[in-house]
């Protein structure tokens, strides 16, 4: 079984600064690893992916994520924040096959960016 | 390229009414495709999925009940909606690799 813990339901930054979004993850099987965007009352859309290969991941509008076995994490970075970043950030996972290719979703990070 | 629809963006329903929302996608076939709800500050829970016509899989006990009677379309259904079902209701489908999901707008939900 998977599951996803996002630490920090509410993160404030100010435009210009790095942006920090934890995720760690629990899985019994190699996991994928997502970041997906929302803004206020529409869907989901995906920011970046880890399936294999390069550990570390980009993304579009300038985020990336690295994915570290050791630490069961994958948290979302961008150098510099832009206050169109802000939105709700979920951290997915999920694993190859059956009920395990199900994405598990954390609960969630506001990021507010003020001027 | 592929589309996911959902309709409608936004419902207000009494108490004790059906539930009907509806999820097409265009662009794929034989897609997995799976209905999460997301209420305030609990995150996304996925209620159902599908990986096939008439397969439907619950994740969760509740008040609601899914059917896929084509290939792409995904629907969402309650006989009489309770205060606790109001939400916002996502749909979304994935290949059967889930290297990824791709999401509708989502509908808001407010029983009243």
């Known amino acids: 079984a998977q599951s996803v813990t996002q630490l920090g339901s509410h993160v404030s930054v100010s435009e210009g600064a790095l942006v920090l979004l934890r995720c760690n993850y629990s899985?019994?099987?190699?996991?994928?690893l997502f970041w997906y965007v929302q803004y206020p009352n529409q869907g989901l859309q995906l920011l970046l992916k880890y399936t294999t290969g390069a550990t570390l991941v980009k993304g579009i509008n300038g985020f990336e994520a690295e994915f570290k076995k050791s630490e069961t994490s994958f948290h979302l970075t961008k150098p510099s924040a832009h206050m169109s970043d802000a939105a709700e950030y979920f951290c997915?996972?999920?694993?190859?096959?059956?009920?395990?290719?199900?994405?598990?979703f954390g609960k969630g990070t506001k990021l507010s960016v003020k001027p | 390229s592929q589309t996911i629809h959902q309709w409608p963006a936004t419902l207000v329903q009494p108490v004790g009414s059906p539930l009907s929302l509806e999820c097409t996608v265009e662009g794929t076939s034989n897609p997995n495709l799976y209905w999460y709800r997301q209420a305030a500050g609990r995150g996304l829970q996925l209620l159902f999925y599908s990986v096939g016509i008439g397969q439907i899989s619950s994740e969760v006990p509740q008040n609601l009940s899914a059917s896929r009677p084509q290939d792409r379309q995904f629907i969402l259904s309650s006989k009489k909606l309770l205060l606790s079902d109001s939400g916002f209701y996502l749909c979304a489908w994935g290949n059967n690799r889930a290297t990824e999901a791709f999401f509708g707008q989502g509908t808001r939900l407010t029983v009243v």
């Open positions: 997915a996972v999920s694993g190859y096959g059956g009920s395990q290719g199900n994405l598990i």
């Open positions: 899985s019994s099987v190699p996991p994928y």
